[in-house]
């Protein structure tokens, strides 16, 4: 029999239209972006799959929670409501509201890091690192090896490794080891999970040496969700108790409530300590605002708060991740080059392999996503040799392994029919991949070049395709 097939778990009440230009117009716009994606104007994008940070859709319920936020600047009804809901989902006690998740991690940098001190983590993130090295530390990044290896297929990819951890604590002493950043999933991995398992494991071997164990929960839904289909034991517990279970293993979180909590801007930071809660209440008015409001308006901790419950739903979280992989495995029986298994929020596709012809230091990556933008307005954001930047020491750039173009999937926001067009797209490209011609960098920002260098094609007649 037929698989039976299953649908988005809502229905649409508002649409926001789409502007579909002809391929001039797209060939004139990527012109004027100098054929970097980030440049490109969202009016002049079709599908824009650039990121999934804040570009969730609310519910009907949050936009009427908008209305019912209350402002007072101290006590707000709406700040009750999102510490109720960080506390009766992700169980812990003390919550402090930030403007989105690197204010959290700011703050939990600020009082937890010490000159000298080592963070190890599961592969690094942007603004984690940046945090923990402005405040005088040292990111380590302790995730298994199969995690840098783009067609390893394993179920949690993004665990820990017990054997380097275990090696850090005895080569630098667990003193000098404030807290492990644990990310669930792990966004530059690929959205991979981390096992139940493995979270244990890391929560009693930390326990052992008096390190504390703090999420970067950005994704701790999507990770929820993979531990319920994957790992024993749980295919029939809800999503909320498996979430329960996860944050038990910690001490605390930082939160990024643009990805899971399904809203536009927020974050917090949370915690069991009361100490360290008292500590962290001293530094959020200098930083973010008034414990009751941190970084955010009364309007939207109460949309924060009512996006919590719905991304804890299990209808919810099955089609999210469903639809993810629902794009990944059209790409994948095309014979498409993409890394695996597919994660929890995006597709990466792998430009070395998909453009062989193309040396890196022409911008594979780079090319192959402007190519897909002129090809059918669909917009990916470049995740190789552009984005890694050059040495520090040398000048020369840095030649990452992974050479990609990430499609993120925002939530709620696409149907299943948008995913077949990008996957049309991305297909009908790889068919023609030798007519793709390379890029040369025409301006080069010094720092975080991804997000303003400009590019023209190495071919001058032509527009990349
Ligand atoms: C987005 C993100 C952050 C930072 O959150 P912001 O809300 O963008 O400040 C931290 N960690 C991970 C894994 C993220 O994806």
Not at 39 to 46: F, I, R, T
Not at 116 to 134: K, S, V
Not at 193 to 204: G, I, K, L
Request: proline residues 4%.
């Amino acid at each position: 029999m037929k698989k039976r097939r299953t649908a988005e778990p809502y229905k649409i009440k508002a649409v926001e239209p789409l502007n579909m230009l002809s391929r001039e117009e797209r060939e004139q716009a990527l012109k004027r972006a100098g054929y970097n994606t980030f440049l490109l104007d969202s009016e002049d994008v079709y599908i824009d799959l650039l990121t999934d940070s804040g570009t969730s859709a609310m519910s009907d319920q949050q936009w009427g929670a908008l209305m019912v936020g209350d402002e007072a600047y101290a006590g707000s009804k709406s700040w009750y409501r999102l510490r109720d809901a960080v506390q009766e989902i992700y169980g812990y006690q003390y919550v402090l509201p930030t403007h989105q998740g690197r204010g959290a991690e700011n703050l939990l940098s600020q009082l937890m890091i010490k000159e000298g001190d080592y963070i190890p983590g599961n592969m690094y993130f942007t603004t984690t690192r940046a945090h923990q090295e402005l405040n005088g530390g040292t990111f380590v990044d302790v995730i298994i090896d199969e995690a840098h290896d783009s067609s390893a297929e394993l179920d949690f990819k993004g665990d820990i490794d017990l054997t380097k951890l275990q090696k850090l604590i005895d080569d630098v002493g667990a003193e000098r080891i404030p807290y492990v950043c644990l990310a669930v999933t792990v966004n530059m991995a690929g959205g991979q999970p981390v096992s139940m398992a493995n979270m244990r494991e890391v929560y009693e071997l930390c326990q052992r040496y008096g390190i504390s164990v703090f999420y970067d929960a950005t994704r701790c839904v999507e990770n929820a969700y993979f531990i319920k289909e994957r790992e024993e034991g749980y295919q029939d517990q809800s999503i909320r108790n498996i979430l329960k279970e996860m944050f038990s293993y910690s001490d605390g979180c930082t939160m990024s409530g643009k990805k899971d909590a399904l809203v536009n801007i927020g974050g917090f930071l949370a915690m069991n300590d009361e100490e360290l809660y008292i500590r962290s209440r001293e530094l959020v008015v200098v930083y973010e605002g008034m414990p009751t409001y941190g970084g955010m308006a009364g309007r939207d901790m109460e949309a924060m708060a009512q996006g919590i419950y719905e991304a804890a739903d299990d209808h919810f979280i099955e089609h999210r991740i469903h639809q993810v992989r629902y794009l990944g495995d059209q790409l994948i029986e095309a014979g498409i080059p993409v890394v695996r298994p597919i994660g929890g929020h995006a597709i990466f596709l792998d430009a070395k392999a998909f453009l062989p012809h193309i040396p890196q230091d022409q911008f594979p990556a780079q090319a192959l996503a402007g190519a897909l933008y002129l090809d059918s307005g669909v917009r990916g954001m470049e995740r190789g040799i552009v984005s890694a930047g050059r040495n520090k020491e040398t000048g020369e750039n840095n030649k990452p392994k992974l050479e990609m173009v990430r499609l993120t999937i925002p939530r709620r926001v696409y149907t299943n029919n948008h995913m077949d067009v990008v996957a049309d797209s991305v297909i009908e490209l790889f068919e023609k991949r030798d007519q793709i011609t390379g890029l040369q960098m025409e301006y080069e920002p010094p720092t975080l070049r991804f997000f303003n260098a400009r590019f023209s094609p190495l071919v001058e007649s032509k527009t990349l395709i």
